[in-house]
């Protein structure tokens, strides 16, 4: 149930109803939490939230659900995902730009490429192995 109430609430971002995607991750995040499943979806959840305060405007809170964030991919035990990684990073670019933290943005963008080298790298030994 917790991931499809993610899910909803990602519907809802990309219609970019950012207050119901805001109660509907933060209803995934309780049920998570609550049933003590430290899993990918608690991730894309605290995520979720992040981008939802981001594009309302609310930086700080945004900052604080991407370093929760961050914390739910590594006790997810995804964080040797390098595209998930990627991604974290251009979400966490992409907010420190709108905070004016342009030398942050930049470290995260650069964080964000290396990632996706070392997953294009992956890629091509996979194929020539």
Same mark, same amino acid.
């Given at each position: 149930?917790?991931?499809? @109430?993610?899910?909803?609430?990602?519907?809802? @971002?990309?219609?970019?109803?950012?207050?119901?995607?805001?109660? %509907?991750?933060?209803? *995934?995040?309780?049920?998570?939490?609550?049933?003590?499943?430290?899993?990918?979806?608690?991730?894309?959840?605290?995520? /979720?939230?992040?981008?939802?305060?981001?594009?309302?405007?609310? %930086?700080? +809170?945004? =900052?604080?659900?991407?370093?929760?964030?961050? !914390?739910?991919?590594?006790?997810?035990?995804?964080?040797?995902? *390098?595209?998930? !990684?990627?991604?974290?990073?251009?979400?966490?670019?992409?907010?420190?730009?709108?905070?004016?933290? @342009?030398?942050?943005?930049?470290? /995260?963008?650069?964080?964000?490429? +290396?990632?996706?080298?070392?997953?294009? =790298?992956?890629?091509?030994?996979?194929?020539?192995?």
């Amino acid at each position: 149930m917790a991931k499809t @109430l993610n899910y909803i609430g990602r519907g809802y @971002l990309g219609l970019q109803k950012f207050d119901s995607t805001i109660y %509907y991750c933060n209803s *995934s995040k309780e049920q998570l939490i609550n049933n003590n499943i430290k899993d990918i979806n608690l991730y894309y959840t605290f995520l /979720n939230i992040g981008i939802s305060h981001a594009s309302l405007g609310k %930086y700080n +809170l945004a =900052v604080d659900y991407f370093d929760t964030a961050l !914390i739910a991919l590594t006790e997810s035990g995804k964080i040797i995902d *390098s595209l998930i !990684i990627a991604g974290y990073y251009y979400n966490y670019a992409l907010l420190t730009t709108l905070t004016g933290n @342009l030398k942050e943005a930049n470290e /995260n963008f650069e964080k964000q490429k +290396l990632y996706t080298a070392i997953n294009l =790298v992956g890629i091509i030994l996979f194929w020539q192995g």
